[in-house]
């Protein structure tokens, strides 16, 4: 048997308990007691990120008339299955200890989790037995409303809970010159999709758009308290049109935000999530309003990496020079700064993308974490969704095992308290797709 050494040293190097021929929830007690010191609602969360749900009829038609934040478009990596019903779908639930989790609509071959009403309150079932009562985040005040050219402020603004992201182009061109976007990634696909539903989606948007949404959105004190701008890439340039762009949104969305407080000095932090740049570029983004950056590997190692994201092999000197790039990111924007972005799952898609063993895919994640933790970087990411557009979606990919995301999360937050005591920070924590800041609740 293969001996993982870094699951050794972190004591998770039992061997996986086989979870085919068990039934859903038989397997989420199985991981349940193998795994005690993961509180139940992470596990439940990473369950219900996994299988995704569905609605009942009358769940869904009380959902219609209830003031809640819904979808009001896709960036990615959201629904396993094509969303056409037009109807109102939240964008996220939230259980009573606060976990929050994302609405990612499942067809019912993943076995989703259903939401259904229960003496007048929503609860989250699983094979027909309630589990979890859950909440939707109120809409905020500014959905409805509009910019001065006519367009709705949540098109241009997103929402999750305490955060607020702009998608400055959702296109992205790794699949202009050749098949090169990313295995795991549906973003031209689900532009297209929602286009083709009748949704109004711009797909570049406008700097006036963007201060007024945001000038808007900060009118209801206290509730948006952090930002993250993310999106296709343009390695055109070497990505520098992207980069003068995302400057000149930043810099509409700092105006709004002194101009909303009243404050000359506020600042909201804003996020970047984007390719990695020289490092005079980054110091123009870090001089042009950003916070931090982030810098998505989405699956650790060479051979992996190359693999799953061909576009971001081509166009940043492989593997290599991604690391050496991202590596300087943190020189310019500091420690606890930079997110490190992984898909937690797509290790366990078909060979040769992934693993054929989950110790083997789980090991390889956590090497990745252990040295991006000792250089400085902070978790971020979203699970793996299997969605219609996708490479993976194509080839029949399954989910992998509960277990995975179990050993993956748990040996993420020991390495990150082991490594990461000075950097463990609340960037980018109200994510709604990844358990990485419900895992910090432990320590
Ligand atoms: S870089 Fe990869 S993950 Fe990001 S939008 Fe392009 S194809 Fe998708």
């Not at 299988?51 to 009942?56: L, P």
């Not at 809970?161 to 702009?166: C, P, Q």
């Amino acid at each position: 048997m293969a001996e993982y050494k870094l699951l050794k040293e972190l004591g998770l190097d039992q061997p996986p308990t086989p979870a085919d021929e068990m039934g859903v929830v038989e397997e989420f007690e199985m991981v349940r007691e193998k795994y005690p010191q993961i509180p139940r609602t992470i596990l439940l969360k990473e369950d219900v990120l996994r299988r995704g749900v569905t609605f009942t009829t009358a769940a869904i038609k009380e959902i219609q008339d209830l003031p809640v934040s819904y979808h009001v478009y896709i960036l990615f990596q959201w629904h396993k299955m094509d969303e056409t019903s037009g109807q109102k779908i939240p964008e996220s639930i939230i259980f009573r200890d606060g976990t929050y989790t994302s609405v990612l609509l499942s067809p019912p071959e993943m076995d989703p989790y259903t939401i259904d009403v229960k003496d007048g309150e929503f609860w989250l079932f699983s094979e027909g037995e309630p589990i979890e009562e859950v909440f939707f985040d109120p809409a905020p005040r500014y959905f409805g409303k509009r910019t001065s050219k006519g367009r709705l402020m949540e098109e241009v603004l997103g929402h999750g809970r305490r955060l607020l992201y702009v998608i400055p182009v959702q296109h992205c061109y790794y699949w202009d010159k050749g098949d090169r976007g990313c295995k795991f990634c549906d973003m031209n696909y689900i532009a297209k999709h929602q286009l083709k539903i009748g949704r109004s989606v711009k797909l570049r948007k406008d700097p006036e758009d963007v201060y007024e949404a945001v000038y808007e959105a900060l009118q209801e004190k206290g509730r948006h308290q952090e930002m993250f701008f993310t999106g296709g890439t343009n390695p055109r340039n070497d990505f520098q049109n992207e980069i003068d762009f995302n400057i000149e949104l930043v810099q509409a969305v700092l105006k709004a935000t002194r101009d909303a407080t009243g404050d000359p000095n506020h600042h909201l932090p804003v996020f970047w999530v984007g390719p990695p740049l020289s490092k005079e570029q980054y110091k123009m983004v870090k001089e042009g309003g950003f916070t931090g950056y982030g810098c998505y590997f989405e699956i650790w190692g060479k051979e992996k990496f190359e693999l799953v994201c061909p576009g971001k092999a081509k166009y940043c000197g492989g593997f290599d020079g991604f690391l050496e790039r991202s590596l300087d990111a943190v020189e310019v924007f500091g420690r606890g700064n930079v997110c490190a972005g992984f898909v937690p799952g797509i290790e366990m898609a078909p060979p040769p993308y992934g693993f054929s063993e989950l110790n083997e895919g789980v090991e390889s994640a956590l090497k990745g974490y252990k040295f991006l933790f000792q250089k400085g970087f902070v978790p971020s990411g979203t699970n793996w969704s299997i969605s219609p557009g996708s490479y993976y979606y194509k080839i029949g990919a399954t989910p992998p095992p509960l277990e995975f995301f179990a050993k993956y999360g748990l040996g993420r937050e020991l390495l990150l308290e082991e490594y990461g005591k000075d950097i463990c920070s609340d960037i980018l924590s109200n994510q709604c797709y990844a358990t990485y800041p419900e895992y910090q609740r432990l320590f």
